[in-house]
């Protein structure tokens, strides 16, 4: 296993960031990890660079050194407060830091996106994740995988009621997911098997552009 390699991560201090930062800090693949954060984590590693950064106002500089990119940046337009920002978020900033850290020579982009990405949905948030996957695409990157998962599962910090209210729908959707098999890409996915994922497929290196629905992931 090559151990010479840099991953830039921007979403290290959300649910899927973080079981993804430690899977990095442990993976012999990396002997540097970047985060990119708007505030400090107050992590502390010996291969663990963090860079406090303004995403308003980012540079080549906030990105060099970038080999692999991951990306879990995300929010909701409620915490955002307008769907602008949530766009930022969602769209703009992954699609900067893309752009810059190809100029500074990253082969690899890996995304996390979501069920029902679609840049012609009528519905916002699944047309912004349509959107943000076509921009990135369109930037070029050798090797470009989306993750989709549907609903996470794994212990927030904070309350979000509609994640609690899905946690009781995917019980209920269970039983139906084993006999009926297109259901199963809407069972609740493990936080952790989302990171597990980006990390084997980063390691895998396969060329071209790749989704792995939420299905395929399970299997992490
Ligand atoms: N939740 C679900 O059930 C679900 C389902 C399907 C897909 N997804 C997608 O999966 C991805 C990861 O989700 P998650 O639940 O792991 O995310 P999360 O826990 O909400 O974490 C989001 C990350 O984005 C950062 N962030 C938010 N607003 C920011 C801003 N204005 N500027 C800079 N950074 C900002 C957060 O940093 P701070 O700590 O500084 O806020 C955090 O690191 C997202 O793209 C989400 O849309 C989620």
């Not at 989302?194 to 980063?202: E, F, R, T």
């Given at each position: ?57 980012l540079?080549p500089?906030?990105v ?30 992954p699609v900067q830091i893309g752009k810059l850290a190809l100029e500074a020579?990253a082969?690899?982009y ?25 921009r990135i695409?369109a930037l070029g990157y ?79």
């Open positions: 296993m090559n151990s010479s390699k840099t991953a830039l991560l921007m979403g290290a201090s959300g649910l899927v960031g973080n079981y993804l930062v430690f899977k990095l800090l442990q993976s012999d693949r990396y002997e540097k990890v970047i985060t990119l954060v708007r505030k400090p984590m107050h992590l502390k590693h010996p291969k663990l660079e963090e860079r406090v950064v303004d995403f308003d106002q540079t500089g906030d060099a050194g970038a080999e692999d990119v991951f990306c879990c940046l995300g929010t909701t337009i409620r915490q955002a407060g307008s769907k602008e920002a949530f766009q930022k978020v969602d769209l703009v900033y020579g082969r690899q890996l995304l996390v996106s979501s069920i029902g990405a679609n840049a012609q949905s009528s519905i916002f948030y699944s047309k912004t994740k349509g959107e943000v996957e076509a695409a050798p090797n470009y995988t989306i993750f989709r998962p549907s609903m996470l599962l794994g212990k927030r910090k904070e309350f979000r009621l509609g994640e609690e209210l899905g946690k009781v729908f995917d019980l209920l959707l269970s039983p139906l997911t084993l006999l009926v098999p297109p259901f199963r890409k809407y069972k609740g996915i493990q936080a952790s098997k989302v990171a597990s994922a980006m990390l084997d497929i980063a390691s895998q290196e396969v060329p071209g552009q790749h989704i792995l629905e939420s299905d395929d992931l399970q299997r992490y």
